[in-house]
């Protein structure tokens, strides 16, 4: 039997509208199916879960027992040096017998000392130590000055704190007033921050106070040809 053409007419016409209706059907599904992800997301991600920017850290730095012996060599004076650290002779051009450097190894820092007798010239050694520790205000938030007097072994300096992102946070000098002076100036091989090296900065801070309140002149120091010369006929009052 044969269908009319209006009858092929109305029954495309009918699955037209029957494919229309499945395809919205299926866009409305995947639409909320969207929708509904993205609001998950959206939930999971609330503030309390929110991702935020923290505090720069820094590796956390495992300090060894304090324990002291005792420095001792052809140089006029003898103090206490932490076990973890090591003297060598400063050999860069222009070093003077005497001048020595402390380094700490696994801090990567270094105390360098020097050395100088006195002649007649002590106030120019105490003008080149204060000029020297006043370059880092620049850098520093403040300088605080810690004086040093022990008659009994006549050791007189001053220790210099200087707060901040200096290059160098302690420096001193000690002398005997009349025959020895020693400058001390503390480094760190390493781009200034008092943040990350302030645990190291107050762990050597306590050898080096360590280091002064044992230290000693020799008094029975003989002269040598290796050693800066040492004039006693002369002294400052």
């Given at each position: 039997?044969?269908?009319?053409?209006?009858?092929?007419?109305?029954?495309?016409?009918?699955?037209?509208?029957?494919?229309?209706?499945?395809?919205?059907?299926?866009?409305?599904?995947?639409?909320?199916?969207?929708?509904?992800?993205?609001?998950?997301?959206?939930?999971?991600?609330?503030?309390?879960?929110?991702?935020?920017?923290?505090?720069r850290?820094?590796?956390?730095?495992?300090?060894?027992?304090?324990?002291?012996?005792?420095?001792?060599?052809?140089?006029?004076f003898?103090?206490?040096?932490?076990?973890?650290?090591?003297?060598?002779?400063?050999?860069?051009?222009?070093?003077?017998?005497?001048?020595?450097?402390l380094?700490?190894?696994?801090f990567?820092?270094?105390?360098?000392?020097?050395?100088?007798?006195?002649?007649?010239?002590?106030?120019?050694?105490?003008?080149?130590?204060?000029?020297?520790?006043?370059?880092?205000?620049?850098?520093?938030?403040?300088?605080?000055?810690?004086?040093?007097?022990?008659?009994?072994?006549?050791?007189?300096?001053?220790?210099?704190?200087?707060?901040?992102?200096?290059?160098?946070?302690i420096?001193?000098?000690?002398?005997?007033?009349?025959?020895?002076?020693?400058?001390?100036?503390?480094?760190?091989?390493?781009?200034?921050?008092?943040?990350?090296?302030?645990?190291?900065?107050?762990?050597?801070?306590?050898?080096?106070?360590?280091?002064?309140?044992?230290?000693?002149?020799?008094?029975?120091?003989?002269?040598?040809?290796?050693?800066?010369?040492i004039?006693?006929?002369?002294?400052?009052?």
């Amino acid at each position: 039997m044969k269908i009319k053409n209006h009858e092929l007419r109305a029954q495309l016409k009918m699955k037209f509208f029957s494919l229309i209706k499945k395809s919205r059907f299926f866009f409305i599904i995947s639409f909320v199916s969207l929708i509904s992800c993205i609001s998950l997301v959206s939930c999971s991600n609330d503030d309390s879960d929110t991702i935020a920017p923290k505090p720069r850290a820094y590796f956390r730095i495992s300090f060894p027992e304090k324990k002291y012996v005792k420095y001792d060599s052809a140089c006029p004076f003898t103090f206490e040096m932490p076990v973890y650290s090591h003297m060598d002779n400063d050999k860069n051009y222009g070093a003077e017998p005497c001048w020595l450097n402390l380094n700490f190894p696994t801090f990567n820092g270094t105390l360098h000392l020097s050395y100088k007798a006195v002649n007649g010239n002590l106030k120019g050694y105490l003008e080149d130590t204060y000029t020297l520790a006043s370059k880092h205000q620049i850098k520093a938030s403040g300088i605080e000055e810690n004086l040093i007097s022990r008659d009994s072994n006549k050791v007189y300096g001053l220790i210099y704190e200087i707060k901040g992102n200096a290059a160098s946070s302690i420096q001193f000098f000690l002398t005997d007033s009349t025959h020895h002076f020693l400058r001390g100036a503390l480094y760190f091989n390493a781009v200034p921050n008092n943040d990350s090296i302030a645990p190291v900065l107050d762990f050597i801070r306590k050898d080096i106070y360590q280091m002064i309140a044992t230290f000693k002149w020799k008094n029975d120091f003989k002269q040598s040809s290796s050693l800066p010369l040492i004039v006693h006929k002369n002294k400052i009052n």
